[in-house]
């Protein structure tokens, strides 16, 4: 590096990039593209490619010994690849189950990195609030919290859909790197501090997610999903970067602090203020599929295979959200006058719409789609409070949605593993009988998706109307509830139907797949939304530290 | 002799809404797929005036990345367009009801 520096004329910097800082994000990528090789290698090239390999991170970690790394990484380093050539060794004929399980150690790996990382800032480390690698990202509370919940997800979404895509024989290889690659882009737009890394990530995940919304080639639903969320993902990208460039032309820098402030300076052209700002909303409230902007939600959720939506709803939310919080509260603090009018009507309007859409659909996960609508209006209150309460009541919230979506989601895909087609609610009726401990978990995250003290979901609606009371919105809040009551109409009639109603006799016979994996991250999911319904502040807590943007 | 470089943000905002309102109107998928792109370039357009006009080169740099997710994006849309033909043999988008609400 120094001698490179020595070469150039002077005046051109090279960043110092921030190895530790972006190290979640390496290890996502390169896991994906790991698994992606492994996968096209072909049994036989399977163990010589990854033996090379292991030799490779060997010389990396002798090469690092002299460059002055610190012996953890060269002790992650040897670990990694010791850890990869035994597992190839062992899985080298099973292809799918290598991909998920190296899948699986990506995340958890991620997972720890970033514990290590909230740890070092906690203690004020070298991993801090501040902005990196030429100020295009930025590590700090939003950007850790979501990259727990991604990773966590992630995690999920693999025990979710190995038996389920096995099934419905669309279990192919490249399912785990775009799964790693669209986590990365999720961690990477959750820590994105410049305009322009938050359209790159922002493509990133987008592109990963068109192809595994896609996934079912023979299936009709999935192809047209996939082309809808494509084509309207692109047509919102380009209004964001319409904004982008707005916004650009008004300040001349696309780093979103700096451009926040010289926004806000009464010298900026007021036109290219006000249409960057618009433009950039519309971008944004595509993404996070605020009504009128939501209309591929319902669509993509029921086209999807069931894990793909299941992470969908819950990670893709998350980081959308992250980097909204993150442009909007955290960057336009000044302009709120401008936007908070704009996107408080929005989440009204989109939480009586999609609450109000929900209740006459017939197909679950189409009714879930438009249950996740209302969701993000709940979340986009704490985004307008404007306040670190509510940046921490959104984190919270989106959580607590993480958990639910991805257990009332896995429970469906159970379900659609017994009757190999979508799930109606009148297929539901008397699942009781057949299915007990399925039927419980399936209520215990309706009601808590309706919001009924002693689950998560009632905590994080909770913290919602506090920072919208707090923020002085509270008409808000008052929207929030009436919409509240129209959701638990149809949350309730599900659980009527499988508490209540006989069992069909077409299905009396059909049993109920075994299977652990996904029971096991069911159980998951319910233990969460019981755990932070019960004993929450400790997470809510975690939370309101995460609301810190780095300047 | 030059030419204002109002007149490329003009020309650039005209044809972002021409490509805007031919992703609402058209019903060829590969259309609207071209109309996107249109809307893409119009921003490129637009980040190259403001890029003279403030001086620095950020905005061309931009325009770069723009181009190259442009590309990829094209790959995986045409990817998608082939294999609903194939089970459809027809490119209309209102043929695309298997998911009307």
């Not at chain 1, 961690?187 to 068109?210: G, K, R």
């Not at chain 1, 994080?460 to 129209?486: C, M, P, T």
């Amino acid at each position: 590096m120094s001698a490179l520096a020595q070469q150039l004329p002077a005046g051109v910097e090279i960043p110092e990039i921030p190895w530790a800082a972006i190290s979640p994000e390496l290890t996502l990528f390169g896991a994906g593209i790991l698994v992606l090789l492994l996968d096209t290698a072909g049994p036989r090239r399977r163990t010589s490619s990854v033996i090379a390999l292991a030799i490779l991170l060997g010389i990396a970690a002798l090469a690092a010994i002299p460059g002055g790394a610190a012996p953890e990484i060269v002790a992650l380093l040897v670990g990694a690849g010791v850890l990869q050539l035994a597992l190839t060794l062992w899985l080298h004929t099973r292809p799918r189950l290598l991909g998920a399980v190296l899948t699986v150690v990506a995340l958890v790996a991620t997972i720890g990195i970033a514990a290590w990382q909230y740890q070092a800032a906690a203690n004020g480390g070298m991993v801090g609030t501040e902005s990196l690698l030429a100020d295009m990202v930025a590590v700090d509370g939003v950007a850790l919290f979501t990259r727990f919940v991604v990773a966590g997800a992630g995690i999920l979404t693999v025990l979710l859909g190995f038996a389920y895509l096995q099934d419905r024989r669309i279990h192919r290889g490249e399912y785990y790197p775009l799964l790693l690659f669209t986590a990365t882009g999720m961690t990477l737009l959750a820590s994105a501090a410049d305009l322009l890394m938050v359209f790159l990530a922002v493509e990133i995940l987008s592109l990963a997610l068109y192809v595994m919304t896609g996934l079912a080639r023979r299936d009709m639903a999935s192809q047209e999903g996939a082309f809808k969320y494509l084509l309207l993902g692109a047509f919102s990208s380009a209004f964001l970067l319409y904004g982008i460039a707005l916004v650009y032309g008004a300040t001349g820098t696309t780093h979103i602090a700096t451009a926040g402030v010289a926004l806000s300076d009464p010298g900026t052209p007021a036109g290219l203020v006000f249409a960057g700002i618009a433009l950039m909303l519309v971008g944004f409230a595509f993404k996070v599929a605020l009504v009128p902007f939501h209309m591929w939600t319902p669509d993509v959720y029921q086209g999807a295979p069931t894990p793909v939506t299941a992470f969908m709803a819950a990670a893709t939310k998350v980081a959308a959200f992250a980097a909204f919080l993150r442009v909007f509260t955290g960057g336009m603090e000044q302009l709120a006058w401008i936007w908070v009018p704009a996107v408080s009507v929005l989440a009204a309007i989109t939480m009586l719409v999609g609450a109000a859409l929900a209740v006459v659909q017939d197909d679950l996960k189409r009714m879930l789609g438009y249950s996740a609508v209302a969701h993000a209006g709940y979340a986009a209150i704490g985004l307008v409070a404007v306040s670190e309460i509510g940046t921490g009541a959104t984190l919270f919230y989106l959580l607590a949605y993480a958990i639910m979506s991805l257990g009332a989601f896995g429970i469906l895909t159970i379900l659609e593993r017994r009757q190999r087609k979508a799930i109606a609610v009148a297929d539901l009726r008397g699942l009781w009988q057949s299915a007990p401990s399925l039927a419980v978990m399936f209520a215990l995250f309706l009601l808590s998706l309706a919001g009924i003290p002693g689950t998560v979901g009632f905590i994080a609606k909770f913290g919602i109307v506090r920072a919208a009371v707090d923020a002085g919105l509270v008409w808000l809040a008052v929207v929030l509830v009436i919409s509240s009551v129209i959701a638990a109409y149809f949350y309730i009639r599900v659980i009527v139907a499988m508490f209540m109603d006989d069992e069909p006799a077409h299905l009396a016979d059909a049993p109920v797949p075994p299977a652990s994996a996904a029971s096991t991250a069911v159980s998951v999911a319910a233990v969460g939304v019981i755990a932070l319904g019960v004993l929450p502040p400790a997470v809510i807590d975690l939370a309101e530290r995460a609301a810190t943007f780095a300047g | 002799m030059s030419v204002p470089a109002g007149y490329y943000l003009i020309l650039a905002a005209a044809l972002f809404s021409i490509g805007a309102v031919g992703v609402l109107i058209r019903r060829s998928v590969i259309v609207m797929f071209m109309c996107v792109e249109l809307m893409l370039n119009s921003v490129n357009l637009t980040l190259v005036t403001f890029a003279r006009i403030q001086a620095n080169l950020d905005g061309q740099v931009l325009a770069f990345f723009v181009i190259v997710v442009a590309a990829a994006e094209v790959v995986v849309g045409l990817a998608l367009v082939v294999n609903l033909f194939r089970l459809r043999a027809s490119t209309d988008a209102d043929g695309v009801g298997a998911l009307r609400a």
